[in-house]
């Protein structure tokens, strides 16, 4: 399974982005996703998941009411929406899959992991 994450960039405090992530190789449909983030010289953090449907979603507190979690399975791909954007959400983001259909929200859950997407919030 190969995943790649995409729509990272350079925004303004306040602003939007939405990351996509699509899997290849394999189809995910059937399996819960989720997104962690990594910080310089910071462990990775967990940031959102999914269920296999789409029925089900978690988030860290950090970021509950600003992100959205969400799946298009017939493009298996998965997006992360994110509002309201903070100098403290700069981070490397990425797309994972833990290979269960419920959501999990630890990283050792987690078998596969797509290569990040660079995003910076400036104040």
Do not use: H
């Not at 939007?16 to 699509?22: A, E, F, I, V």
């Not at 967990?46 to 089900?56: H, M």
């Amino acid at each position: 399974v190969q995943l790649q994450a995409s729509g990272g960039g350079l925004v303004q405090a306040g602003g939007s982005l939405r990351l996509s992530c699509t899997a290849s190789g394999r189809t995910l449909v059937n399996y819960a996703m989720g997104w962690f983030r990594q910080a310089p010289g910071k462990e990775r953090d967990f940031v959102a998941a999914i269920d296999w449907n789409g029925g089900s979603t978690y988030y860290a507190d950090s970021v509950k009411g600003r992100f959205i979690i969400s799946r298009d399975n017939a493009k298996n791909t998965i997006y992360l929406q994110m509002n309201s954007l903070k100098p403290e959400d700069t981070a490397v983001y990425y797309c994972a899959a833990p290979l269960t259909r419920n959501i999990r929200y630890t990283a050792p859950e987690f078998r596969y992991w797509g290569q990040g997407t660079q995003v910076t919030v400036s104040s």
